[in-house]
């Protein structure tokens, strides 16, 4: 997928895995080299290791989560024009955004429910207070969806050239902003998170948010990121406090 929107919305999977760097330290697997996640972990590869490792301790086949995301693939191709869909995505920049997006947006909004039955079959095998990741990860394509969509794109400004060096730069912006803002440690439970932990991990989300200002797309999805991460954690409150 070699177009400009669907190197977009890939990007945002990008960016949740590089956004974990801010929000918390992937946990080390141990000697037996079987899959753990640190309770901040949002990396898509440690995240798929897991759950076929999960699968296979209750002895279901792990190929059903592979099969079941191919199912999300097809949806989504079934769901969206894709022939319209890739012409447009090469075009697609601020002065015709909001065209393009009034065009997209029903099916886009459509796309998804592409992701239930794989939810329903990751839920099969992981653990509740694991299982509330994925539903955060669900919960957070579906928010970056309506935002671009709402009002056919009149909340973001997708300007190319600025959108693209972004893209090239948000590696290094998110090692910035844990540099800066977050102190290394192990988590043992995001449930008991301390004031500072929740501090620490808001200014690193405050520092991305600024770097990708220009990039309101990124900026969105980052801020939307957060607000769905922070909901499993015991920094729930604080954020709405700070949200009046």
């Known amino acids: 997928m070699e177009n400009k929107l669907q190197r977009l919305l890939l990007s945002f999977l990008v960016a949740a895995a590089l956004v974990s760097a801010v929000c918390g330290k992937v946990g080390t697997p141990p000697e037996d080299g079987e899959p753990q996640l640190d309770p901040l972990e949002f990396s898509y590869l440690t995240l798929w290791k897991y759950t076929l490792a999960e699968c296979e301790k209750r002895g279901v086949n792990g190929s059903i989560i592979t099969r079941s995301w191919i199912g999300v693939r097809r949806c989504l191709r079934t769901k969206l024009d894709v022939i319209a869909f890739n012409m447009d995505s090469m075009r697609l920049d601020v002065d015709n955004q909001q065209a393009i997006l009034e065009k997209h947006c029903p099916n886009l909004r459509q796309t998804s ?46 300007d190319r050239v600025k959108h693209e060096k972004c893209t090239a730069e948000l590696g290094q912006y998110v090692f910035e902003c844990a540099a800066q803002n977050i102190i290394d440690k192990q988590y043992s439970n995001r449930k008991s998170l301390s004031e500072e932990d929740c501090s620490m991990i808001a200014r690193a989300k405050d520092c991305l948010v600024i770097k990708l200002k220009e990039c309101s797309v990124f900026s969105a999805a980052a801020q939307l990121f957060y607000d769905n991460f922070i909901q499993i954690t015991s920094c729930a409150a604080a954020a709405v406090d700070d949200d009046h």
Request: hydrophobic letters at 35%; proline letters at 2%.
């Open 113 to 158: 429910g592409c992701f239930d039955p794989f939810m329903k079959n990751v839920k099969t095998c992981v653990q509740d207070d694991n299982y509330e990741i994925f539903e955060a990860m669900r919960n957070w394509i579906t928010d970056v969806l309506e935002h671009i969509c709402e009002d056919n794109g009149a909340r973001i400004k997708y």
